[in-house]
């Protein structure tokens, strides 16, 4: 089943899209922005509560902490 397709036009205020919600699935409740950053090595967002900063190529990257495969397993691990 294929999806409809949506035709978009430029409204006169600028907009495009009429069916798309604004904003970004990533945005943060909070007063600070940024809720969720992802990964340089694995590249999925996690809570920056959930990541360490490592020096890579020269800069301070954001890494899963403590790596890449431990955050994946608690974060599919059931719970209880």
Same mark, same amino acid.
């Given at each position: 089943?294929?999806k409809?397709?949506?035709?978009?036009?430029?409204? @006169?205020?600028?907009?495009?899209?009429? *069916?798309?919600?604004?904003?970004?699935?990533?945005?943060?409740?909070?007063?600070?922005?940024?809720?969720?950053? *992802?990964?340089?090595?694995?590249?999925?967002?996690?809570?920056? *509560?959930?990541?360490?900063?490592r020096?890579?190529?020269?800069?301070?990257?954001?890494?899963?902490?403590?790596?890449?495969?431990?955050?994946?397993?608690? @974060?599919? @691990?059931?719970? @209880?």
């Open positions: 089943m294929a409809a397709d949506t035709k978009t036009t430029i409204d @006169a205020d600028g907009l495009r899209y009429r *069916s798309k919600t604004p904003g970004s699935p990533f945005t943060a409740a909070g007063a600070f922005g940024a809720a969720t950053m *992802s990964c340089f090595l694995c590249g999925k967002h996690r809570p920056r *509560s959930q990541l360490k900063s020096r890579l190529l020269g800069k301070a990257q954001f890494v899963c902490a403590p790596s890449c495969k431990e955050a994946e397993a608690a @974060a599919t @691990a059931p719970k @209880a």
